[in-house]
C-alpha cells in the first residue's frame, strides 16, 4: 500500500507523472490496455515500451484461463492517481483542442471578410467648411438643407427606462424620423417590440424593420438612450455625401485588423450601407445571427464584419480640421481630460464646435445639454448660419 499522505497531488504533478511513479519497479504491473490473453512474451515487451526503462513485468499466470470472480478487483491509490493524470492531461489537451478550433473560425472570419478596398476613398469623412459652402448658390443650399431627412434607430430597454424616457424628451424630436426598439414592451412608452434579449440579434431585426419602413429617407442614425446627439450638426456632415454610396460612420477604433465604428457615440449608415448590410444578414456564414467563437463580439464589431463582407468600411466622422464629431464621453469628460492636456486652452483641446454626439451622461445632464445646444443664446453674437435645418413637419422640437 502507498502512503497518500506523501503524494504529490497538484495538477503539474498529475499532467506530467511518468508511468514509474505510479507503478515502481518492484510493483506488479496491472495488465496494459495492450494485453490480451495469448503471447505473454509480446505483451510484455509492448508493456515495456508503453512504460520505459521500468523493470517492472508481468505475472504471466494471472492470465490463465481460471475461473473468474464477479467481485471487481481492488484499485490501488497509485493506480488512480496515475488513471487521474492521464484524465487532467485529455482535459487540458481537449480544452486547447476547443481553443485552436475558436481561433480558426475567428481567422477564418478575419481573413475571408478581407474584400478589395482599393475603391475606398473616404476613411475619415470630413463636414465642409464655411468656405466651401460660401461656393454654394441659395439655390443649392436650400436644396440640400431640405433634402438631407435622418431616421433614427434608437435601442432602448425597460431596465433603463428614465434614459428612454429622456431620449424621448430631448434630442430624438429633432430627428426627421425617430423609432424606439425594446427587448421587451413596456406600458409607460411607445416602442417596437422585438420580443428579442440577445442584444446583436435585436440590433439585426431593428435595422431590417428600418430599413423596410425607411420611405424616402436615405440617412440612418443608430443610437443607445445613453446617447446624446445633436441632429442638425449630424445633418451637416453629410450634407453633401450621396446616400446612395456606401457611408458607415461614427468614432472608428480599430480591433486586431478590424476597424468598426464605436456603438456608444452613435453609428451612421446611408441608405446603400443599410441596403448591402440587409443583404448580407441572410447569409449565416458571412453573417450568423449567433456568434460561433467561444467568445461573443460586440454588437459593434459583429456589424462591421457583416459591413466589410459588402465592401462597406468604417469611417471616422470629423470636422473641417479633423476633430472627432462623435464622442464616447461626457462633455465634463472630455474637458476635464482637456484640462490636464491643454490647461491654457480648455475649449479649444476639448471638442469640436460641430460635434454630433456625446455619451456617459445622466439624463438631468442630457436637459442641461437641451438648453444650451437650442435655448442658450449670447446677444448680440450672430453665428451667420448658411444653411437652416427647418424641423421635421408636426415636430414640437425646441
Not at 434614459?163 to 424606439?180: E, G, N, P, R
Request: net charge negative.
Amino acid at each position: 500500500m502507498f502512503d497518500l499522505h506523501f503524494l504529490p497531488l497538484n495538477v503539474d504533478n498529475l499532467i506530467h507523472a511518468r508511468p514509474e511513479a505510479c507503478f515502481p519497479p518492484s510493483a506488479k504491473c496491472p495488465v496494459s490496455e495492450y494485453s490480451t490473453i495469448g503471447d505473454h512474451e509480446g505483451e510484455t515487451e509492448m508493456a515495456r515500451q508503453s512504460y520505459g526503462t521500468s523493470t517492472c513485468s508481468y505475472d504471466t499466470s494471472l492470465l490463465q484461463a481460471t475461473p473468474v470472480s464477479m467481485e471487481p478487483p481492488p484499485v490501488s491509490a497509485a493506480k488512480m492517481l496515475c488513471e487521474g493524470g492521464h484524465f487532467m492531461k485529455g482535459m487540458v489537451m481537449g480544452g486547447l483542442f476547443c481553443l485552436f478550433l475558436s481561433l480558426l473560425g475567428s481567422f477564418r472570419l478575419s481573413t475571408e471578410s478581407k474584400t478589395d478596398d482599393s475603391n475606398h476613398h473616404h476613411h475619415h469623412v470630413k463636414a465642409p467648411s464655411k468656405d466651401e459652402l460660401t461656393r454654394l448658390s441659395d439655390v443649392h443650399m436650400q436644396e440640400f438643407g431640405n433634402q438631407v431627412q435622418v431616421s433614427c434607430i434608437i435601442m432602448v430597454q425597460p431596465k433603463i427606462l428614465v434614459y428612454w424616457a429622456t431620449a424621448v424628451d430631448t434630442w430624438s424630436k429633432h430627428c426627421d424620423k425617430a423609432v424606439f426598439y425594446t427587448s421587451e414592451s413596456s406600458k409607460a412608452l411607445e416602442a417596437v417590440d422585438l420580443n428579442e434579449n440577445d442584444d446583436w440579434a435585436r440590433l439585426r431585426k431593428a435595422l431590417k424593420h428600418a430599413y423596410e419602413n425607411a420611405g424616402d429617407l436615405r440617412w440612418f442614425f443608430v443610437a443607445q438612450a445613453t446617447t446624446f446627439a445633436i441632429i442638425e450638426n449630424l445633418k451637416y456632415l453629410v450634407l453633401a455625401k450621396d446616400p446612395n454610396e456606401p457611408f458607415y460612420l461614427g468614432n472608428v477604433m480599430k480591433s486586431g485588423e478590424l476597424e468598426y465604428v464605436v456603438y456608444d457615440s452613435g453609428i451612421v449608415l446611408s441608405y446603400e450601407a443599410l441596403k448591402r448590410l440587409v443583404h448580407v444578414l441572410k447569409d449565416e456564414d458571412k453573417c450568423p445571427e449567433r456568434g460561433r467563437a467561444l467568445w461573443q463580439l460586440s454588437e459593434d464589431k459583429q456589424l462591421a464584419v457583416c459591413l466589410k463582407y459588402t465592401g462597406v468600411f468604417a469611417e471616422n466622422g470629423e470636422d473641417a480640421h479633423g476633430k472627432g464629431l462623435f464622442n464616447s464621453k461626457s462633455v465634463d469628460s472630455l474637458i476635464a481630460d482637456s484640462m490636464k492636456a491643454n490647461p491654457r486652452n480648455v475649449v479649444e483641446g476639448c471638442c469640436a464646435d460641430m460635434a454630433v454626439t456625446f455619451n456617459g451622461m445622466s439624463p438631468n445632464q442630457m436637459q442641461v445639454m437641451m438648453f444650451g445646444v437650442y435655448r442658450l443664446r449670447p446677444y448680440g453674437h450672430d453665428f451667420h448660419d448658411s444653411i437652416v435645418f427647418n424641423p421635421p413637419d408636426g415636430s414640437d422640437n425646441d
